[in-house]
Structures are given as structure tokens and as C-alpha cells.
């Protein structure tokens, strides 16, 4: 216990896990939770579909994220004065969206969540680059730890708390909530510590663009570790996309689905992150990325598993505990692994590049699951789901052997990054 306590109890993963979840809080508000509202409201589902649209922001932030690096705010730091400045706007935006009216004027709700989304893909930049900052050599680990703990947190939240408080309050109230609450985590960031060195901002619009692209691109192999990248938690991407309908499938009612899935499962995956980061800072990321690797793929029986068992509440318990706890673990050391590969001149950008082909990746491959599953059938496709998770653990070889060189170490050649 004094030892988790050392990893997790200081000020820096503390301030990280309140940064986390100010990350998460917006997501659900624009998707699960807004698409909620829409249906209440009887918008027309092509609408509703059309709303997907809003989370573009998520995978094109890296387009502005060299634009935060080249200039900051004059106030709390490179980072902080960032993030502060965009939870209060984000706060606004929450509360002006909770103000529309879906049915009267959709367009002008679809603005207001595409705004929402816009600053809050621009909040995980800076964030981003603060945990990067901050961290220690040995507190990677534990850092990308925080990032699920907050993160998933957070869509608690904004998801299921935000869906259960609308049957008894208005969802002008829910989102009022929810805007409070956001501008209640600037108090983690004002609390936060400077990184110990310091990090000197571009000195130019071309520096900023030019150089974290060109610097990590020159690598040998570049291309492929994006690869590696999208398709480490593929067997995950392929079995969480349709974990919802297969339950609803069975026989689970919503109600089962939203406490035991949603709830269960997060907690879970919050277990599995805090144990992960534990053991990342024993082992190092090399290692963890190949036991996490093989844990969370062969976790993906579990479901094909419950698909031969039939409705069975023990069994759907176990399916998703082992499901999520494997994919927790997984989650914090594919995060290390992408922080320990960037440039401390350029982490913004480089990181921004990464996180966006890891989400590109995930809209990507969840698209062609539910035909698959149609043709397959639910034990097959779950069984073959745990494929997936083949291709990210050969490139592990490469990119991270089990005795062989700090992270990165082999495309990045001898820049200053982060190591084990």
C-alpha cells in the first residue's frame, strides 16, 4: 500500500487525475449524452445520426496543436495559462449549449456542440503537453494511469450520471451542472506545479509546424510505429464496438446494461489502469506493453464466452470485469508509451499526431463490426476479434523487445524524449 501510495499520492498525479477528467467531462456531453436529449426531444434520427460529425475536432486537432506550442497566454505558464483559459470557456459553451432547444433549432445546437468540441479537443492539447511536461522519468506509468482514471471518470459523469439526472430535472439543469462542474476543475489546474524544467516555446510559426513533423517523421520507421500505434487495442476497438448491442442481444435489459457495462465496466477499467501504471513503473513500458498486450487480447474470449453461455448475470459480471481490467491496463501503457516517444521541445504537436491516429483508427475499425457480427454470429465474431490483437503484439518486436532498448529508442535515434 505505501508504495501505491508513493506512485499516486503526489502533487503532480493528483493535479493530473483532476486534469483528466476536466479532459473527459465534454465528451459524452456531445455525443452519448446530447444524442439522449436529441431522441427526447423527437429529433428526426437522420439528424441525430448527422450529430456524429461534431467529434471531427478529436481527430483534427493537430492540425492547430503547433499553434499552442508557438503561443501562450501571459498568465500561470506555458500549459496552465492554456488550460484555464479553455476550461472557463468551456464552461460557457456547456451552459450555451444546455440553452438550446433541440427541437426549435437543431442548428444552432449543432453549433454549440461543435464549439464545445473544438475547445475541448483544444484543452486535451494542452493538457497533453502539461503531463508530458511534469512527469518524471519513472511517474510515465502512473501519468498515463491518470489519464484513464480522470478520463473515464469523467464520462461517468457526463454520461450516465448526466442521462439518470435527466428523469428528474431538465436537461437546461443537467447541463448547467455539468458547466459548473467544469469550471470547478480550473481549481486542479491553478493547483497544479510548474513542470521542473523548463520547456521553451517555438520561436516561430515554421518551428513549431515544421520541425515536430519533420523530427519525428525522419525516423526510421515513423509510418510503422503510427501503425503500431492504431493497432495495439484493436481486438478491443472490434469488441467494445459492439459490446452494447450483443448484451441487448442476449436478453440484458438497458437497465442492466447501463449499471453493469457502464458503470462496472468503467470502475474496472479504472482498477486495471491504477494496477497497470503500478506495474509499468516495476517493469518498465517495454514489458507491460507485451503482457498488457497478450492480457487484453486473450480478454476478448470472455465474451465469446458469454455468447455460448446465454444471458447469465454471474458470467456477464465476469466477461466485463476481466474485459475492462485487461483493457485498463493496456490503455495506461499504450498512453506511456506515446509520451515517452515525444520530443520535450515538441510534445504538443507530436503527441496531437499520435492521439489522432489512435482516434482515427478506433471510428475506423468500429464502422464494419456490426455487419461482421450479423455474418459471423456472436461467438465467432468475438472469438475472431481477439485477432486483432495479433498485429500490434509482432510489431512489439520492434518497437518495444522484451530485454532490448528504452521505448522509442528504435525509431527515434538520439533525441531528447522520455525514457523507461
Known amino acids: 500500500m505505501s508504495n501505491w501510495l508513493k506512485i499516486y499520492g503526489n502533487r503532480r498525479l493528483l493535479c493530473l487525475i483532476g486534469l483528466s477528467f476536466s479532459s473527459g467531462l465534454p465528451l459524452a456531453l456531445t455525443r452519448s449524452t446530447l444524442q439522449a436529449w436529441l431522441v427526447a426531444e423527437k429529433v428526426d434520427l437522420s439528424i441525430v ?7 471531427l475536432p478529436y481527430a483534427l486537432k493537430v492540425f492547430w496543436a503547433p499553434l499552442m506550442d508557438r503561443f501562450s497566454p501571459p498568465w500561470l505558464g506555458k500549459r496552465r495559462g492554456w488550460i484555464v483559459s479553455i476550461q472557463v470557456l468551456l464552461a460557457a459553451a456547456i451552459l450555451l449549449l444546455g440553452r438550446s432547444s433541440p427541437a426549435a433549432f437543431p442548428a444552432l445546437v449543432g453549433f454549440a456542440a461543435l464549439v464545445t468540441a473544438f475547445l475541448s479537443a483544444s484543452q486535451d492539447i494542452a493538457i497533453d503537453g502539461y503531463r508530458a511536461d511534469v512527469l518524471r522519468e519513472k511517474e510515465l506509468g502512473a501519468g498515463g ?5 480522470g478520463y473515464r471518470s469523467a464520462l ?20 448547467t451542472l455539468m458547466a459548473a462542474i467544469m469550471l470547478g476543475n480550473s481549481f ?13 516555446s517555438p520561436k516561430s510559426l515554421k518551428e513549431a509546424v ?18 503500431f500505434i492504431m493497432v495495439y487495442k484493436l481486438g478491443c476497438v472490434l469488441a467494445g464496438a459492439m459490446a452494447t448491442p450483443f448484451l441487448l442481444n442476449i436478453g440484458f435489459s438497458r437497465s442492466d446494461v447501463g449499471l453493469a457495462y457502464k458503470v ?3 470502475l474496472s477499467t479504472v482498477a486495471g489502469a491504477i494496477a497497470g501504471g503500478g506495474i509499468i513503473s516495476r517493469i518498465g513500458i517495454n514489458r507491460s506493453l507485451w503482457v498488457f498486450g497478450f492480457l487484453q487480447a486473450v480478454a476478448g474470449f470472455s465474451f465469446a464466452a458469454l455468447a455460448l453461455i446465454g444471458k447469465s448475470y454471474p458470467a456477464m459480471i465476469a466477461s466485463i470485469g ?14 506511456a508509451f506515446m509520451i515517452s516517444l515525444c520530443e520535450k521541445r515538441f510534445t504538443v504537436t507530436q503527441y496531437a499526431l499520435l492521439t489522432s491516429f489512435m482516434a482515427v483508427a478506433a471510428i475506423v475499425a468500429g464502422a464494419p463490426t456490426g455487419a461482421a457480427a450479423l455474418a459471423l454470429g456472436w461467438p465467432l465474431f468475438f472469438s475472431l476479434s481477439v485477432l486483432g490483437g495479433v498485429p500490434g503484439i509482432v510489431l512489439l518486436a520492434r518497437f518495444a523487445p522484451w530485454n532490448g532498448i528504452k521505448a522509442g529508442e528504435s525509431v527515434s535515434g538520439s533525441i531528447e524524449k522520455f525514457g523507461l
Open 49 to 55: 445520426g448527422a450529430f456524429s460529425l461534431v467529434g
Open 145 to 149: 494511469a491518470t489519464v484513464v482514471v
Open 210 to 227: 515544421v520541425k515536430p513533423l519533420t523530427g519525428y517523421f525522419k525516423r526510421s520507421g515513423a509510418v510503422e510505429m503510427l501503425l
Open 188 to 200: 486542479f489546474t491553478l493547483a497544479a506545479p510548474e513542470p521542473e524544467t523548463k520547456v521553451v
Open 264 to 266: 462496472f465496466g468503467l
Open 322 to 335: 476481466l474485459e475492462n481490467i485487461c483493457g485498463g491496463m493496456g490503455d495506461a501503457a499504450l498512453f
Open 156 to 175: 461517468l459523469v457526463s454520461g450516465a450520471l448526466a442521462l439518470i439526472l435527466s428523469d428528474h430535472v431538465s436537461w437546461r439543469m443537467v447541463y
